[in-house]
Structures are given as structure tokens and as C-alpha cells.
């Protein structure tokens, strides 16, 4: 790699085009702002956002789940990787790239879900020609055209270079994480309890045994994570002692827990104080979030409620901030189908809203009015009365959705609409 910062001095120029909150740990944000600056640092944020869903739908027979987990893993890793190459370039020093503990994260999960070292790295090839597609990009933005041959070439040599050996890094640590996950019995119970979560089926006494814990209790499956808290900090957490305080305070005959030191998979056997009341208390941590599953027994209850737990988890992490510690499977069912597939739930929702599908102050309005309407009924005046407002007001309102939306309304599409606006305000039009 270059051995002056000046080779690479217009990565110090590099500029984000909006604000997006950045997903790895504040240590490695203030590791590499050290180095190229706070500007640089944003624009690889949001590189490394683009990077991860480039890897995805590029790799089209790529055999991993795809699950919101993995999404938020793999991003984690390609924006740390993202970072650190930037510094890399400026300082003229490769072993920035293996100084993040993100990609190290996302190596142990494709462990966990058994996926083949050649698709790791073939996931990897396919990032770093994102990577060198963007800093070109970037190069012929900022750097004159007479200089631009000769930057784009020692860039491209560069990232080449660092990324050879990042990989040949990355190769290791798999093996070595691989040996380490084959030989821990917390990790061989774990990863039956996954294969339990997939088959939905097995033999009840052995897998019992193996797990000990007892697959012919009701199940209560939970999933919880921490909100707003650093990564570094939540790598502090003793997760199983707070399943261990859980499965106390719920009365539960036995817990499993299984988790990736970001987030944690716990089973409730047999609880006898309601696990939302619980995990709703003020006893833990403030910036605890949990999903809770409802109660199921068996083999198959054991698989169900994991993905009750899951799917409300998905639908908890893709909502504002919240300040409710807990969300319940059957409060957000209904959602939890409507927005399995993310994307196309966001094209519903602006194809189905249409004009009131923006951020501005009018088109909420006009969406909680709706809402209401149909809520009521169809009663202008039962619906002033849940707004609090005046019925010529509602009435007012009306009229414009009538005019914007046209007459003929099917409201259980627009309802569905809301409702996912109601819970997942990211799927609205920005202002422009």
C-alpha cells in the first residue's frame, strides 16, 4: 500500500448526501473519523448501507437465510470494512482492516448457519468490486482530470492489495471459529435448537436430552436485543444471567437460550407469571427490547413460537425507537404478515396512499383522519369524537382524501396501508 497519506488525499474530501446512523460500534467510528474525518467517515456509512444490499441481491444463489438478522450483521460488517478501508488508504496502513470486531461478528454467524467458507469469500469479492466502483465514482468527482488515471489505478491497487489479505484474515478466522463452534457443547445445543427451529419436527427424548431442556412443555419463545446501546457496550452484557433472572422471575420450569452476543433467543418452559408483564417491568436494563411468542407445547410449539417471537421482533426493529420495552406476536400479527417482505410492503403502502404517503405535517394528518373513519364505521361523528376535534373538520378532511384518493375506496387495503405506516413510518416518501 501507498506509504503517504498524499496518494490518497482526496479520500479527506469525500462527503455523505443526507444523514444516516451509523450501525457499527462508536469505537470504530472514532477510530476512523481520527483519520479521515467526519465527513469521510459519513460518506462510508453510507457506502457501506449500499455495499450490504449490493452483496445480497448480486449473490442471487447465495445460501444463506436472508433474515432481518443477517441483513443487520452483514451491514454491520460492510460498513466497518467500509471504514477501515478508507483509513487504510489515507494512512498507508492495511492492518486498519482487521482492527473491527464487525466482520469478525459476521464470520461466527456464517459459522452458526454452516455457510461454506467459498461463499464467504465469494460475499467478500463481491464487496470489494462495490467498494472499487464506488471510489472510482468518488475519484472522478474530486480529483482533477488530469490526475484521475493515476488515482483510480493506485487506488484500485491499494484496495486490491489490502482487501487480498483482509480475506486471507477472514479465511482463518472461520476456520478457527469453525473448530471452536464444532467443540463447545453451548454451541452444539444451540445449533440443535436451530435445527428444531427449521424442522419443526424430531425425536422429543433425545432431543431433550441433548438439549437439557424438556421439548414436551409449553413453550414461550422470546427474542431481545438492546436499543440505542453502543455494540461494544452490549458485548459487556451477561446474557445468560438475564435469561437466568427471566426464567426466575417468570416461574418457568426451564429455559434454552441460544444468541450471537448481539442478540438472544430464549425458550420459557412452562411459565407461570405472564412473560410480557415481566419483561415489561422496570427490574431490567433500561434499553432492553423484547419479543414474546405466545404458548405453545411440543416439538412443533417449540419451533412456533420462535417464529412468533422473531417475526415481532422484526416488526419491532423496523418501527421508530421505541420507548415500550416489550411487543407481543398477537398486538402486531397482523403486521408481521403484511411486511414479511419489506420492500414490496413499502411499494403497497406508496402505491396503495399514494399522495398522502409522504413525511409532511398534512398528509399525517389526513392518514390519522382516515384511520379513524374507518375505524368508526364510516361515522364522521364518531371519528371527530376519537380525534378530539370538530366533525366540520373531519368532514373538511374528508373532502380532500375524496379528491386526492378518488371516491371509490377499498378500505381494508388503505387500512392494512395505515397500519403499516402506523408501526413502520420508514416505508413513507420523504419530502423531497
Not at 264 to 278: F, S
Amino acid at each position: 500500500m501507498s506509504n503517504t497519506a498524499v496518494a490518497h488525499d482526496w479520500v479527506h474530501r469525500l462527503d455523505s448526501t443526507g444523514t444516516m446512523l451509523g450501525v457499527t460500534s462508536l469505537s470504530v467510528r472514532r477510530r476512523v473519523s481520527r483519520v479521515i474525518g467526519e465527513r469521510a467517515t459519513a460518506w462510508g456509512i453510507q457506502v457501506g448501507a449500499r455495499m450490504a444490499t449490493y452483496i445480497l441481491d448480486s449473490l442471487t444463489d447465495w445460501p444463506g437465510s436472508r433474515s432481518e438478522e443477517e441483513r443487520q450483521t452483514l451491514r454491520r460488517a460492510t460498513e466497518a470494512t467500509t471504514l477501515d478501508t478508507l483509513a487504510a488508504l489515507v494512512s498507508g496502513e492495511p492492518s486498519h482492516l482487521f482492527a473491527s470486531f464487525e466482520p469478525i461478528e459476521n464470520v461466527g454467524s456464517y459459522v452458526r448457519s454452516q455457510i461454506p467458507l467459498p461463499e464467504v469469500v465469494r460475499n467478500m469479492h463481491a464487496g470489494q468490486e462495490f467498494l472499487i466502483q464506488e471510489l472510482m465514482e468518488a475519484i472522478a468527482q474530486l480529483v482533477p482530470e488530469s490526475e484521475r488515471v493515476a488515482a483510480i489505478s493506485r487506488m484500485t491497487r491499494d484496495v486490491t492489495s489490502a482487501w487480498s489479505s483482509f480475506i486471507g484474515r477472514i479465511g482463518e478466522e472461520y476456520h478457527r471459529q469453525q473448530d471452536a463452534w464444532l467443540g463447545d457443547a453451548d454451541e452444539q445445543r444451540a445449533r440443535l435448537a436451530r435445527r428444531l427451529v427449521q424442522l419443526g419436527q424430531g425425536d422429543v427424548a433425545e432431543s431433550s436430552q441433548a438439549l437439557g431442556y424438556d421439548l414436551e412443555l409449553p413453550h414461550v419463545g422470546c427474542v431481545l436485543w438492546f436499543d440505542g446501546v453502543d455494540l461494544d457496550a452490549v458485548r459487556l452484557f451477561d446474557f445468560p444471567a438475564i435469561a437466568r433472572e427471566i426464567s426466575t422471575a417468570t416461574e418457568s420450569t426451564d429455559h434454552l437460550l441460544a444468541g450471537n452476543g448481539i442478540t438472544l433467543e430464549l425458550w420459557l418452559g412452562d411459565p407461570r407469571v405472564p412473560v410480557g408483564e415481566v419483561l415489561a417491568s422496570e427490574r431490567w436494563p433500561a434499553a432492553l427490547r423484547a419479543a414474546v411468542g405466545t404458548p405453545q407445547p411440543g416439538i412443533r410449539g417449540f419451533a412456533a413460537t420462535h417464529a412468533e417471537a422473531t417475526a415481532a421482533a422484526r416488526v419491532a426493529r423496523h418501527g421508530p425507537s421505541a420507548s415500550r420495552r416489550v411487543i407481543a406476536y398477537p398486538e402486531v400479527e397482523l403486521l408481521s404478515l403484511l411486511t414479511c417482505d419489506f420492500d414490496r410492503a413499502r411499494s403497497f403502502v406508496r402505491r396503495t396512499l399514494g399522495p398522502i404517503a409522504g413525511t409532511d405535517a398534512r398528509s399525517a394528518e389526513l392518514r390519522e383522519t382516515l384511520a379513524a373513519w374507518i375505524d368508526c364505521r364510516g361515522s364522521v361523528a364518531a371519528a371527530s369524537q376519537a380525534l378530539y376535534m370538530h366533525r366540520n373538520t373531519v368532514s373538511y378532511r374528508l373532502r380532500q382524501l375524496e379528491e386526492l384518493l378518488g371516491g371509490d375506496w377499498d378500505q381494508t387495503r388503505i387500512r392494512c396501508a395505515l397500519t403499516i405506516v402506523e408501526w413502520m413510518p420508514g416505508v413513507l416518501i420523504e419530502d423531497e
